[in-house]
């Protein structure tokens, strides 16, 4: 399979082109920069982005404009971008795209830890740790593991999290998730990480993942793209693609 980068330069971006260079069974075709032409990646079966906020949505329309299936990395995507990715989709058929806020298996084994204990405690809080050159906050893994925490605690009839605070300094609590806190710390020396803190009369649990190398990405990235060939439309985070669905 022929693949090419977005974003090839980049942190994560180049730790992909060294592990499809490494597969027997993918090519890489293109390795694009911020400054490069575009038109080799016309070349690739899948293309992955790692690039900004700012600059993948116009990569998409590129790619899916041309029928290129699309593996994005990228964060940054809310409800309105997604829908934006699904009407691409309608005028691109048989092409698929998997956009997943983190590529780690282990993250995607946490989110799934987080939501089978959610409906067993009373109180749920998420914290999470990145490098401070991170743009946004809370991380895209926090928001999504808040937002299935959260359904996860509807579906169970739980009460909202107990919290009796009156007064505080902005900020202090956290972000709210769907009623799920969420607080992030940036510091450097951390990569990514993450912690999901859950409490009931006389016990805790903390599930927590560290991410202490952005080659951890590259297993799950390689998944989707040999996925998503086969899966028209928008999926979204890679646990069905794991089998953890
Ligand atoms: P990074 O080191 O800043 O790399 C981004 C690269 O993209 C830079 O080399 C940049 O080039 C390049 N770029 C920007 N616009 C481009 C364009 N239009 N075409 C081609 N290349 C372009 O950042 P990173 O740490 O690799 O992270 C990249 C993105 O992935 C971020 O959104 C980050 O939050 C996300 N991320 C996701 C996961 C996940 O598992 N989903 C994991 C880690 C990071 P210039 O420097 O020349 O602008």
Same mark, same amino acid.
């Given at each position: 399979m022929k693949v090419g980068v977005l974003g090839a330069k980049g942190r994560v971006g180049s730790e992909i082109c060294r592990a499809v260079d490494r597969a027997?069974? /993918?090519? /890489?075709?293109a390795g694009i920069g =911020?400054?490069?032409?575009?038109?080799? /990646?016309? /070349?690739?079966d899948v293309v992955v982005d790692f690039t900004r906020p700012d600059a993948v949505m116009d990569n998409l329309r590129w790619c899916l404009g041309r029928g290129l299936h699309c593996v994005v990395g990228t964060t940054g995507f809310d409800e309105a971008r997604l829908d934006e990715v699904r009407g691409l989709l309608a005028d691109a058929p048989g092409v698929g795209v998997v956009v997943a806020p983190n590529f780690s298996v282990g993250a995607a084994l946490m989110t799934r830890f987080a939501v089978m204990a959610a409906p067993f405690y009373e109180s749920v809080e998420i914290v999470e740790l990145h490098h401070p050159?991170? !743009?946004? !906050?809370? =991380?895209g893994t926090s928001r999504r593991t808040a937002e299935l925490v959260a359904a996860a605690r509807r579906e169970a009839g739980l009460e909202p999290v107990p919290d009796a605070t009156v007064t505080a300094l902005?900020? !202090?609590?956290?972000a709210d998730v769907e009623g799920i806190h969420v607080h992030s710390v940036r510091s450097r020396g951390l990569v990514a990480h993450q912690e999901v803190l859950l409490g009931a009369a006389g016990e805790t649990l903390t599930i927590r993942h560290d991410s202490?190398?952005? !080659? =951890?990405f590259v297993p799950g990235v390689l998944v989707a793209v040999h996925a998503v060939v086969a899966r028209p439309g928008l999926t979204l985070g890679i646990e069905e693609l794991l089998g953890l669905d």
């Open positions: 027997t069974d /993918l090519r /890489l075709v =911020s400054d490069d032409e575009v038109d080799s /990646l016309a /070349l690739a050159d991170k !743009a946004d !906050a809370p =991380s902005e900020g !202090a609590r956290g202490m190398d952005r !080659a =951890s």
